[in-house]
């Protein structure tokens, strides 16, 4: 049974940082793209950032390019994203995921396993 657990998530300032962690169970790491996505109240769930399985390539949603770092350590079995210079407009519901495609997917619809998301909040 495949698990994506997330964690990291709470409160912060604007202007701050905060690191998500996605414990994975069940699935061996190398071989998936993984991917964060985030869900603010009453918008679509969108695509923040994937690091493909190969470890070669990575993709950010262009809100947050040049300000979160996709990571993995497979030894580990945990995804991470670094998120810096926080802004007000980052607070959401941030859910790990995972990808049998070999490429950093953006599309949801590419994802096969989900977590059950950890809330950030940022305050200005």
């Known amino acids: 049974q495949v698990q994506l657990i997330e964690s990291g998530g709470g409160l912060a300032q604007a202007g701050g940082s905060l690191r998500l962690s996605c414990a994975t169970s069940?699935?061996?790491?190398?071989?998936?793209?993984m991917g964060w996505f985030r869900q603010a109240p009453g918008k679509e769930r969108e695509f923040v950032a994937a690091?493909?399985?190969?470890?070669?390539?990575?993709n950010y949603g262009g809100s947050v390019q040049g300000r979160f770092t996709i990571s993995r350590d497979s030894a580990k079995s945990t995804v991470y994203l670094q998120m810096n210079s926080l802004k007000p407009e980052d607070t959401a519901v941030y859910y790990c995921?995972?990808?049998?495609?070999?490429?950093?997917?953006?599309?949801?619809?590419?994802?096969?396993?989900w977590g059950q998301g950890t809330h950030v909040t940022v305050s200005s």
């Open positions: 690091h493909s399985w190969s470890g070669a390539a990575t």
């Open positions: 995921a995972a990808s049998a495609w070999p490429s950093a997917q953006t599309e949801r619809a590419a994802y096969l396993y």
């Open positions: 069940g699935l061996t790491l190398s071989a998936y793209t």
